[in-house]
């Protein structure tokens, strides 16, 4: 009974603090908001912040309903702009059809360390819209400010270092995302002289890099992670830094998803690294394919493999499917197999020139549409060239599990990015001779 008299007046409390949290913003919202708004938004962030997740649940519903543009004034507007499409009338129907609730972020952001309990707040968001679609808009409005926000002009890039703060380098551990950082030795070896790592930071969040890329300047272009990461490698001297490898690249704030930053970051950090070691020629990546081995176990049967592989001529999918069946009948039938280190280290030849023949054709046929490798549709929209295919170049069990151990070189040819991002959107992919070889 006592437990049930607490957590009904744990409810009550917390109905209380929704309530509140919806008048203060409309009052913010109001004139009389806006001549106060600083330390409105002061007090609203700190009410915001203090709901647990279960109570802001109630929030985005209410800024999902309540905050939408009046319907009435938009078809006024939208009807004066068509009959008479002036800028007075084009004006006045943008005012109308932009919602409430993008003003009331604007107003929030003026006060101190609000742009980081906004982007929590999307964090947030962003994990409950499965179960709420209807909060997408709410989702949308957000993620159309952050992306004027946090603008690349506004963001600085710095280079972190052994001597970077504590905190900063603990941040770097947690977030790395492609290949996990074994605690502080392996830490330093990625940030010796032979290793750069650098991160985007937004004013407003100076101690919270938002992306980091690791780079490694190498002799040559490497075929396999694994001496990359090894921290007993030893280190290159700058003499023979003649390519520069984008190994690693980790988003640290998931409330900033579908922001571009990643893209700008590697070119910064290309042109940075040029003016530094001028005899620095080559700037490419060594990358994961996480969706290949998903892709070739569910890729059907023989006679309906290559139906969504509309990028192929009939010669290359028909050699596709003769790779298909290769490697059926070495994997015994379960090409699931093939993400398995003794299965693959049984392939002969044949076989293995079947499974980067795959490879390739996953990459080439399938990265422009919704099933598309991930990691190929960013370095190709980016600019970069599908350059080689390395197999076995990630023997880690995630590797073998995502893309039966293969990597990828995406080559970012500085003089031709741009003409291969212009095609890339043409829905065409740039690839390497050595790549087409394989088709």
């Known amino acids: 009974m006592l437990d049930e008299l607490r957590q009904a007046s744990a409810l009550r409390g917390l109905r209380r603090q929704q309530r509140q949290v919806l008048i203060d913003a409309h009052r913010l919202l109001s004139e009389r908001g806006e001549a106060n708004s600083l ?18 649940d109630e929030l985005f519903e209410r800024l999902s309903l309540d905050f939408n543009p ?26 109308a059809s932009e919602p409430p609730r993008q003003e009331l972020f604007r107003r929030l952001n003026r006060a101190p360390g609000a ?18 679609p209807e909060w997408r808009s709410v989702e949308s409005d957000l993620l159309h400010l952050f992306g004027s926000w946090f603008n690349p002009g506004f963001l600085q890039m710095r280079q972190v270092d052994w001597n970077s703060p504590a905190q900063l380098l603990e941040q770097i551990i947690r977030h790395e995302a492609v290949h996990e950082i074994d605690g502080w030795d392996d830490l330093r070896r990625r940030l010796q002289p032979d290793r750069r790592l650098f991160a985007f930071f937004h004013p407003q969040l100076p101690d919270e890099p938002l992306i980091f890329v690791e780079v490694a300047l190498l002799p040559q272009m490497p075929a396999a992670i694994g001496p990359l990461i090894d921290k007993k490698a030893e ?26 930053l990643g893209n700008f970051l590697i070119k910064r950090v290309a042109e940075h690294l040029q003016r ?96 598309g490798d991930p990691v190929a549709r960013f370095h190709l929209d980016n600019g970069a060239r599908l350059e080689r295919l390395n ?21 970012y040819d500085l003089g031709k990015i741009e003409g291969y991002h212009e095609a890339f959107t043409q829905g065409e992919i740039a690839y390497s001779r050595g790549v087409a070889a394989l088709l």
């Open 39 to 56: 330390g409105q938004a002061r007090e609203l962030l700190d009410k915001i912040a203090k709901l647990p997740p279960e109570g802001l």
């Open 70 to 95: 009046d319907p009435q004034a938009v078809l006024v507007a939208a009807q004066a702009y068509a009959e008479q499409p002036n800028a007075a009338h084009l004006l006045a129907l943008t005012r």
């Open 115 to 132: 742009t980081g309990v906004l982007v929590r707040l999307r964090r947030n968001l962003l994990s409950g819209l499965a179960k709420h």
């Open 235 to 260: 280190t290159a001297a700058p003499d023979k830094f003649k390519v520069a490898v984008f190994y690693s690249i980790s988003n640290c704030e998931p409330g900033l998803k579908g922001v571009s």
């Open 276 to 371: 530094e070691h001028p005899k620095l020629k080559t700037f490419c990546t060594l990358s994961p394919i996480p969706g290949f081995a998903a892709w070739l176990q569910r890729s059907g049967t023989s006679s309906n493999f290559g139906a969504d592989l509309n990028q192929l001529k009939k010669p290359q999918l028909e050699r596709a499917r003769e790779a298909r069946e290769l490697l059926l009948q070495a994997s015994g039938g379960d090409l699931a197999k093939l993400s398995q280190a003794d299965t693959l280290a049984r392939l002969d030849s044949a076989a293995q020139q079947a499974l980067q023949r795959l490879a390739a054709v996953y990459l080439v046929g399938q990265t422009t549409g919704v099933q």
């Open 391 to 411: 197999p076995m170049g990630n023997r880690a069990a995630k590797g073998l599990k995502q893309s039966c151990g293969m990597m990828v070189n995406y080559l």
